[in-house]
């Protein structure tokens, strides 16, 4: 998870490079991919496997939605200091939120955050605390306690110590919320997706997809953009 195998140019993105400083002095590094057209910036907090270098195919897809993409590395993840934990996790989202508002100057109402897998509880536990305009989460299970026996391989080393407690927080998060899901998960389990959309308050909308837990948005590919485009249309 540390090398960055590529970067946005390479598929033809304007692009920049960015380092900015979290609460307890660990330095992340990530890209700002902006969109003249842009009504909303998504701020991307990816899942455990691999890094922002992995991320192109998804960049690419909501930049071509119209969006602006904010994407970092959390701590000991690509150039990204320091070593993973739950608690630090939720810094560095803290720490990303603080500097494209405060360094980038985007605006709060334009915000979206948007997590996939491990990522959509970061981005939740931003959500219950900032003000953003939507929330979206894509394969993202409710705890470690309903993951239990489920998937190891997949869970990275440090959560085994942690909680991650989405179904309890979500429930404290007013803004819009897309909660997306594939049916075919065989990392998360599909009926995760749904408890989560069953604990999240109004308003809320659920898109389900066909395909694996790291796939189902290419897989899907129509039915993820058009599910995104309508959401964010009426957020």
């Known amino acids: 998870m540390k090398d960055i195998i590529s970067n946005p140019a390479s598929v033809g993105l304007p692009y920049e490079e960015v380092y900015f400083d979290t609460p307890d002095n660990r330095r992340l590094n990530g890209w700002y991919i902006a969109n003249s057209k842009a009504k909303f910036t998504i701020i991307f907090c990816h899942g455990n496997a691999g890094n922002i270098g992995h991320r192109l195919e998804k960049i690419s897809m909501f930049y071509n939605l119209g969006l602006n993409v904010f994407i970092f590395d959390y701590r000991g993840y690509g150039k990204s200091q ?53 929330l979206i989460t894509e394969e993202t299970f409710t705890s470690i306690k309903d993951m239990s026996g489920m998937a190891y391989p997949f869970l990275p080393y440090f959560v085994f110590s942690s909680r991650f407690d989405a179904l309890s927080k979500i429930k404290n998060v007013g ?61």
């Open 82 to 134: 320091g070593t993973p934990s739950e608690a630090g996790l939720y810094k560095d989202a803290e720490a990303a939120y603080d500097y494209l508002t405060r360094e980038l100057r985007v605006s709060r109402d334009g915000i979206i955050l948007y997590g996939e897998s491990i990522g959509g509880i970061v981005a939740i536990d931003l959500a219950r605390n900032k003000d953003i305009a939507a």
């Open 175 to 235: 803004c819009p919320k897309l909660i997306i899901h594939s049916i075919d998960d065989e990392i998360v389990p599909f009926r995760l997706g749904e408890k989560l959309f069953d604990a999240a308050m109004p308003p809320k909308k659920f898109l389900k997809l066909r395909g694996s837990h790291n796939t189902a948005f290419l897989e899907s590919d129509e039915q993820f953009k058009e599910g995104i485009k309508s959401f964010l249309k009426n957020s």
